[in-house]
């Protein structure tokens, strides 16, 4: 059995936009995968399911300091297959999608 892969979605500053963007927008992983966030601006962001709670997968993750890391969520595994769509709970017009097969 293949071991876990993890990845990393990065939340991005759009460019010439106020809002951010999940880069990549659509993932594509194996059941058992794990998913992390890093927030690379320098406002709060907080993925959760479309419909679901706002800590259903993360607690917020706070902006970037400068000159710092940038702050990462909890690890997140996906045990079932299924196309789990996304957005962020403080900015709705950030969206994605996690694609599980």
């Not at 909890?74 to 079932?80: H, K, N, P």
Request: proline share 10%; aromatic share 8%.
């Amino acid at each position: 059995e293949p071991m876990p892969q993890t990845y990393s979605i990065s939340i991005d500053q759009a460019q010439g936009r106020t809002n951010a963007t999940f880069n990549p927008q659509n993932l594509a992983i194996a059941v058992g995968d794990i998913v992390f966030w890093r927030n690379n601006t320098s406002s709060a962001h907080q993925p959760k399911p479309v419909g679901g709670a706002n800590n259903a997968w993360v607690d917020e993750i706070p902006g970037k300091l400068p000159d710092q890391p940038a702050p990462t969520s909890r690890q997140v595994t996906f045990g079932d297959a299924g196309t789990y769509n996304y957005v962020c709970a403080f900015h709705p017009q950030e969206t994605g999608s996690i694609t599980v097969s």
